[in-house]
Each structure stands twice: as C-alpha cells, then as structure tokens.
C-alpha cells in the first residue's frame, strides 16, 4: 500500500522536553519528501 506515516516513534533519542516542534518539522519534511516522490511518479 502507500500509506506513509510520520511521526515521534522516528527520533532515534527520547528527549526531555516538549516534542511539538519537533515532531512538526519532521511532518512538513516527510511533507516535503512524499510530495516530490508523487510528482516524479506522475
């Protein structure tokens, strides 16, 4: 299937504050890498 997910359980480290930031960035780079693999398939 293509299903992708992204999310925390990818931080090779647990860290000890709030991970909302993070966890963002690493959305909007999936984002940006899932997109760009959609356009060269089309």
């Known amino acids: 299937s ?3 997910i992204a999310d925390a359980s990818i931080m ?3 860290v000890s504050s ?3 930031a ?3 960035m690493i ?3 999936a984002y940006k890498l899932i997109s760009n693999d ?3 398939t089309k």
Request: hydrophobic letters at 35%; aromatic letters at 6%; proline letters at 6%.
């Open 2 to 4: 293509s299903l992708r």
């Open 12 to 14: 090779p480290n647990i």
């Open 18 to 20: 709030n991970i909302n």
């Open 22 to 24: 993070t966890v963002i």
């Open 38 to 40: 959609f356009k060269k």
């Open 27 to 29: 959305g909007e780079k």
